[in-house]
């Protein structure tokens, strides 16, 4: 009797978990099809034959490579600066008593908080106003002609530097978290120890510091490298022109191209793209559980 | 010694502090406070107001409150936060945690399939649900409901705001399945054995010992979620940008087109700052609320 | 109220065998105690009676029904668990009353009969906290109310006492007997601390691995252990074994440690198929200091000394045996004096090569 009643309650959860499954899956059947079909259209059908050309012409057809590069030039960058500001912030926060610790703590939250969309119409001020004293100072320096070359590296809007920038701050208040929290639980004891063995600031972080915080660094980087990647709002709004075209910017224009639209090559495209980040996601949880167990319990 | 080792850290960890505190300050803080400052003037992207934005004090708020559009977009707003945020991934991102809570097979398995949603960008999600539902009787929703004699139709337009809200618990359970799951295993296993001896029925179980250890997660999650959902704009955008006739127009997507496409710059930052408000509001409860647990 | 009976129960958890053939009884309003070292398979043979694991096979019957596909709450028993498992988010009064209260007994009537079993645990100011504002103590004792408030046949105890301080346990061990005085339930309590075997039970079933080892009233355990096993495991401190051969079968059986000392065995009737070696058990409380006369059987070395005030520990070093001897009060011995030894023949046991006492 108790062995039937369970496996009835079995029953259920194998059923509604397959449901969701399906549900969860079933929308990428379709990119995942579509991309190796010769014939891809928009809907869901079954390939007649299997081809790799999608994916070539992805790195061949001048566009598809152009914007995999900036998205990763850019979001790399962005991750760097992340990892770097966030730990040294992320350090401070987690070792300072001072008074102001945390009202700020509280503010970083809230700032996760702020719809994007809110932000961009005064940052795009801002962002046009740097721009135009940044462009004051490139046309001084450099020759005329490498002066767009030179604008779309340091620019602010329509420039790397910018979009870099702005990215860089969206991903902060997580990455700062996070990072704290990991440095909360490692105990000053090794900090401690180095120092009475007569190392320096700088050597400290160097050699005791980084090494020990690369769990907490790398939770962050990756959910940095995520949220950046798969960010749509920042690079529309900033980028205009063709070359400079980020990843999602890209897919979503020649989308929306309604006739000649080869959704092959479309599906190859965005499976490349989705693939760095759900990559990204099963290594950040690994790291995530590394740094929480203890955090979210407290 | 002593005192000049701690006020040389002090001093140092400021400094660590600082570029954090640059970027943020000028890349959100500033632009925050310059949004408040925007939406009383009447500045705009063309025209006389682009290059002369004059102070026009609560004028632009004033418009709102007559706004159909902007009404509109929050009862859309208001609808898709509900539907999807509330009930959708909470109730299912509750039931695949208890489900995955008993001793399952495939568990890794059914673990990714629900976490897939979560990890893709958001384009490329928005993309792949437009196979799902455009193009009428093509789309693959078309396909399916017609093996259940529904008729095909062009769900984005027909039916586009239920629409979102599907898509959006889809992108969602597994957020939702992640701190319900962090909160399950808070509750010891011997408290649900005590209760079947004291005879509880599974249901009662639930009702009466599960869910109620469950509310500080559950109160924590709603207000994550409902100011992240709030804030969302690629995922609807690249679906119906807010269309078709405003039928999908969250106010992420309201406050865009009212500022780049309208250009009504001072009229966006107003909206802007109403959302702002809002959710700085829910920011502050969660951040409460987080204290109280960590 | 009722009599457990344990027949040839066996449990798999997959394929490893966890109780292997286990049976005894438990007569009404008994305290009967599984003791045992870790996993030997006490707690998941609690648990079988109690309902919260199935049997895989052999019968557990409950005044002579077999009760193995009863669900829990049906069996008229109640548990208290290890770590309490109270509800910690209603409060003691809500604790208590549970289970009447899911079965819809007027509220009035539960505030009554939960006030009745407060008054009996103490508990009768405390009603209105939360466990998380309740000690150790105090937390148990909600346990047992929420426990006895459904008046069972029958109340389980797992481990209850081990998360308790040292002198919490000595006091809640008094509490424990108090209430089956006053109660009268059957109780099946599991320890592995074998001072609350002794002290509390009726009877004692003691388990190793799956086995029943022994299974008496407890100053037959301790009295006339049946293995080397129960021999060491009852009584603290434990009994020393001593390795020998048994020579002189016919006329005078005498026992010839390995170390070269002998005592005689007098009084037993040993077959002289008996085989060497074997072991002699003898408690530290059956070895007496002595002269160093014809009446010492041995002599040692202090190696140390452990004392307690009202008695003392000597470890007596002989060879590569070492003896525990207790001595009553203090004694002005230091490592490395010489002792000799008396042992005393009424507390002889002696052990086979398969552990087993002998003569049967």
């Not at chain 1, 079954?46 to 998205?71: L, M, Q, Y």
């Not at chain 1, 909360?184 to 180095?194: C, F, G, N, R, V």
């Not at chain 3, 105890?157 to 301080?165: G, K, V, W």
Request: charged share 15%; proline share 5%; with cysteine.
């Amino acid at each position: 009797m108790t062995l039937r009643k369970f496996t009835r309650a079995e029953a259920t959860a194998y059923g509604f978990l397959t449901v969701t499954l399906l549900f969860c899956l079933l929308p990428f059947f379709w990119v995942f099809l579509a991309s190796v079909d010769p014939n891809a259209s928009l809907f869901l059908s079954v390939p007649k034959g299997i081809t790799a050309d999608h994916f070539i012409k992805v790195f061949t057809a001048n566009n598809g490579r152009r914007w995999f590069f900036n998205s990763l030039v850019t979001v790399g960058a962005t991750t760097a600066l992340v990892v770097v500001v966030g730990g040294m912030g992320g350090y401070a926060l987690s070792r300072t008593t001072a008074w102001w610790k945390s009202p700020f703590l509280y503010a970083i939250i809230l700032v996760r908080v702020l719809p994007p969309t809110a932000l961009i119409v005064p940052l795009y001020k801002f962002m046009l106003f740097a721009n135009g004293l940044m462009s004051a100072v490139v046309r001084s320096v450099v020759p005329p002609d490498s002066a767009r070359s030179a604008m779309q590296i340091c620019g602010f809007v329509d420039g790397y530097l910018g979009l870099i920038l702005v990215l860089s701050a969206m991903q902060l208040p997580l990455a700062l978290w996070i990072i704290k929290t990991y440095f909360d639980l490692t105990p000053k004891d090794y900090e401690e120890a180095a120092l009475m063995d007569g190392a320096n600031g700088f050597q400290r972080m160097h050699r005791i510091l980084v090494p020990l915080a690369l769990p907490g660094l790398g939770a962050a980087g990756l959910l940095t490298f995520i949220g950046a990647w798969g960010d749509f709002l920042m690079p529309l709004t900033f980028i205009s022109s063709a070359e400079l075209q980020l990843l999602p910017i890209g897919l979503f224009r020649a989308f929306q191209r309604a006739n000649t639209i080869d959704y092959g090559y479309l599906s190859a495209l965005a499976l490349l793209y989705m693939l760095p980040a759900v990559v990204a996601f099963g290594l950040a949880r690994r790291f995530l559980i590394q740094t929480f167990t203890g955090g979210i319990k407290g | 010694m002593a005192m000049t080792y701690e006020t040389r850290m002090a001093w140092q960890n400021r400094m660590l502090l600082v570029p954090a505190l640059v970027l943020l300050g000028c890349f959100i803080l500033i632009p925050a406070a310059a949004a408040i400052y925007i939406s009383f003037t009447n500045a705009a992207l063309n025209g006389f107001a682009a290059s002369h934005p004059q102070f026009v004090g609560l004028k632009n708020y004033v418009r709102l409150f007559s706004d159909e559009g902007f009404w509109n977009s929050l009862i859309v707003t208001f609808y898709f936060v509900f539907g999807s945020s509330i009930v959708g991934q909470f109730v299912l991102g509750l039931a695949s945690a208890i489900a995955l809570s008993r001793p399952i097979a495939f568990k890794p398995v059914f673990n990714a399939a629900i976490l897939l949603p979560n990890a893709v960008p958001e384009v490329v999600a928005g993309f792949i649900w437009i196979s799902m539902l455009g193009g009428g009787k093509y789309s693959t929703l078309s396909r399916i409901v017609g093996l259940f004699g529904i008729a095909p139709q062009n769900w984005l337009e027909s039916v586009p705001l239920l629409m979102i809200i599907v898509v959006n618990t889809w992108r969602g359970i597994a957020f939702a399945m992640i701190l319900m799951t962090s909160g399950l295993s808070a509750v010891p296993a011997e408290v649900y054995e005590a209760a079947r001896m004291d005879g509880a029925t599974p249901r009662q179980i639930f009702w009466r010992i599960t869910l109620p250890l469950l509310r500080p997660t559950i109160f924590l999650y709603m207000l994550v979620s409902t100011a992240g959902t709030i804030a969302i704009f690629g995922l609807i955008y690249t679906l119906t940008r807010g269309g078709p006739g405003g039928a999908t127009e969250i106010i992420g997507i309201y406050i865009y087109n009212q500022s780049f496409t309208a250009y009504q710059l001072g009229y966006g930052s107003a909206v802007a700052v109403i959302v702002l408000g809002v959710s700085v509001a829910i920011g502050a409860i969660y951040a409460r609320v987080l204290k109280v647990q960590v | 109220m009722a009599t457990i009976s344990i027949e040839n129960v066996r449990k798999n958890f997959g394929a490893v065998e966890v109780i292997k053939g286990v049976s005894f009884e438990v007569a009404d309003g008994q305290f009967s105690v599984l003791v045992g070292p870790s996993g030997c398979g006490k707690s998941t043979l609690l648990r079988m009676i109690a309902g919260l694991e199935c049997v895989t096979e052999g019968d557990i019957k409950l005044d002579g029904k077999r009760i193995n596909d009863v669900p829990p709450h049906q069996r008229g028993i109640a548990m208290v668990f290890q770590s309490y498992a109270l509800y910690p988010h209603m409060t003691v009064a809500e604790n208590i009353g549970f289970s009447l209260d899911l079965k819809k007994v007027p509220k009035a009537k539960i505030r009554q009969q939960v006030g009745q079993v407060a008054e009996l645990l103490q508990l009768s100011e405390l009603l209105d906290r939360r466990p998380s504002a309740l000690s150790g103590g105090q937390r148990q004792r909600v346990a047992i109310g929420r426990a006895i408030i459904k008046q069972p046949r029958v109340i389980l105890f797992d481990e209850p006492l081990s998360n308790l301080d040292a002198s919490l346990r000595v006091q809640m061990r008094a509490e424990l007997q108090r209430l089956h005085q006053e109660l009268k339930p059957t109780i099946v309590y599991v320890t592995h601390d074998q001072v609350e075997a002794m002290t509390m039970a009726d009877t004692i079933v003691v388990l190793n691995q799956g086995n029943v080892a022994q299974w008496a009233h407890p100053i037959e355990l301790y009295r006339h252990p049946r293995s080397t096993f129960v021999a060491t495991f009852i009584g603290s401190p434990r009994m020393n074994l001593i390795k020998g051969i048994i020579v002189g079968y016919d006329a005078t059986p005498t026992f010839a440690a390995a170390e070269g000392w002998t005592v005689p065995l007098a009084g037993r009737v040993l077959a002289a198929t008996d085989l060497q070696p074997v072991w002699l058990g003898i408690r530290p409380e059956d070895i007496r200091l002595a002269g160093a006369n014809a009446e010492a059987d041995l002599s040692g070395k202090v190696a140390i000394v452990e004392r307690l005030g009202a008695e003392t520990y000597l470890h007596v070093v002989k060879g590569a045996e070492t003896l525990l001897v207790r001595v009553q009060g203090d004694i002005a011995l230091r490592p490395g004096d010489t002792v000799h030894l008396a042992l005393d023949p009424a507390g002889f046991h002696l052990f086979d090569q398969a552990d087993q006492v002998f003569p049967a």
